[in-house]
């Protein structure tokens, strides 16, 4: 058996798909099962059984025996939430009780974190964990991810193998559901289907031109094969920076949208909203040497063929992997 939580949602849905690929069947898939919407994603894929969030632990009392593996990419992901209850509950204290668990029944873990967790990358984007304690979040969100990373690696008792993965701006099929929070591609794709035309935030910066603010963009297929080759590897413990290692702009990002459509690019410039002006990233790009080191070695997907696929064999046909 493996556990995925955050079954129902975006990338753990993909991760489903790509374990029935492998043919893993005997998945059991956690999450609040209450959106039919989300639900949706789960359409089609082979799973042993549905355990609701609250009820894992005491599913897990009973049939820990059986589990092989634990994927835990299950959490509040909203950045616009402020409620810092909600992320302590959800974010950090679930995911102790996820950790206290793999510990006890010696399941090995790979669990969810977040670029969010560096900030305006003051100290930039290495994965190394002598700093991640002087890391400076931007929001509740990004505090709750770096309080479970900080959390674990303080802990004695650990899972024999264990894998916090960073995850840079991730983007791909299954995201329908995310409405505000869905990927810019998801954001701009909406954009030129209405109106041919995509906004983007104009530049308030003298060192960079409108549009040309850059992040890591990572295609989530390429996220999940390395999920996989860390339940294959099961050594190295550590956490791990998951991007490409090569930040694309925004305007790249908009042209390869109208690409993938057969368009000619119409970008327009808007302001960035005041109250989101000064924390707005300019630049994000992962360090990837540590997760290389280890050796994966498998080449990720480029910004133009990532969106290519995921327009045009998911977005323009409303499918799901």
């Given at each position: 058996?493996?556990?995925?939580?955050?079954?129902?949602?975006?990338?753990?849905?993909?991760?489903?798909?790509?374990?029935?690929?492998?043919?893993?069947?005997?998945?059991?898939?956690?999450?609040?099962?209450?959106?039919?919407?989300?639900?949706?994603?789960?359409?089609?894929?082979?799973?042993?059984?549905?355990?609701?969030?609250?009820?894992?632990?005491?599913?897990?009392?009973?049939?820990?025996?059986?589990?092989?593996?634990?994927?835990?990419?299950?959490?509040?992901?909203?950045?616009?939430?402020?409620?810092?209850?909600?992320?302590?509950?959800?974010?950090?204290?679930?995911?102790?009780?996820?950790?206290?668990?793999?510990?006890?029944?010696q399941i090995p873990l790979v669990y969810a974190s977040s670029a969010?967790?560096?900030?305006?990358?003051?100290?930039?984007?290495?994965?190394?964990?002598?700093?991640?304690?002087?890391?400076?979040?931007?929001?509740?969100?990004?505090?709750?991810?770096?309080?479970?990373?900080?959390?674990?690696?303080?802990?004695?008792?650990?899972?024999?193998?264990?894998?916090?993965?960073?995850?840079?701006?991730?983007?791909?099929?299954?995201?329908?559901?995310?409405?505000?929070?869905?990927?810019?591609?998801?954001?701009?794709?909406?954009?030129?289907?209405?109106?041919?035309?995509?906004?983007?935030?104009?530049?308030?910066?003298?060192?960079?031109q409108d549009g040309e603010q850059m992040r890591d963009f990572i295609?989530?297929?390429?996220?999940?094969?390395?999920?996989?080759?860390?339940?294959?590897?099961?050594?190295?413990?550590?956490?791990?920076?998951?991007?490409?290692?090569?930040?694309?702009?925004?305007?790249?990002?908009?042209?390869?949208?109208?690409?993938?459509?057969?368009?000619?690019?119409?970008?327009?410039?808007?302001?960035?909203?005041?109250?989101?002006?000064?924390?707005?990233?300019?630049?994000?790009?992962?360090?990837?040497?540590?997760?290389?080191g280890i050796g994966y070695d498998k080449d990720f997907t480029s910004?133009?063929?990532?969106?290519?696929?995921?327009?045009?064999?998911?977005?323009?046909?409303?499918?799901?992997?």
């Amino acid at each position: 058996m493996i556990i995925v939580t955050g079954a129902a949602g975006f990338i753990g849905s993909c991760l489903i798909q790509k374990l029935n690929e492998l043919k893993f069947r005997y998945i059991i898939a956690v999450d609040d099962f209450s959106s039919e919407e989300k639900n949706l994603n789960l359409e089609g894929k082979s799973i042993m059984t549905r355990v609701d969030r609250k009820d894992l632990f005491t599913w897990l009392e009973k049939n820990n025996r059986e589990v092989e593996f634990f994927f835990h990419i299950g959490a509040r992901t909203d950045t616009t939430e402020f409620d810092t209850k909600i992320f302590d509950e959800l974010n950090v204290d679930y995911s102790k009780k996820v950790w206290e668990s793999c510990v006890a029944y010696q399941i090995p873990l790979v669990y969810a974190s977040s670029a969010a967790t560096y900030g305006l990358g003051e100290i930039g984007y290495e994965d190394n964990e002598t700093t991640i304690s002087s890391l400076k979040p931007l929001n509740p969100y990004g505090d709750s991810k770096n309080n479970f990373d900080i959390w674990a690696l303080k802990q004695e008792k650990k899972p024999f193998f264990f894998a916090g993965l960073k995850f840079f701006n991730v983007y791909g099929p299954n995201e329908y559901h995310k409405g505000r929070m869905a990927s810019v591609i998801w954001h701009a794709y909406q954009q030129i289907k209405s109106n041919g035309s995509l906004k983007l935030f104009k530049s308030h910066r003298d060192d960079y031109q409108d549009g040309e603010q850059m992040r890591d963009f990572i295609y989530v297929k390429d996220l999940i094969d390395v999920c996989v080759f860390l339940m294959e590897h099961r050594k190295n413990s550590g956490i791990y920076n998951l991007g490409t290692g090569k930040a694309r702009s925004f305007n790249d990002l908009g042209k390869a949208t109208f690409m993938a459509l057969g368009l000619e690019p119409k970008i327009n410039y808007i302001d960035t909203p005041v109250d989101i002006r000064d924390k707005y990233q300019y630049y994000t790009e992962a360090t990837m040497e540590k997760l290389r080191g280890i050796g994966y070695d498998k080449d990720f997907t480029s910004l133009e063929e990532g969106v290519k696929d995921y327009v045009q064999n998911y977005l323009v046909k409303r499918l799901y992997y």
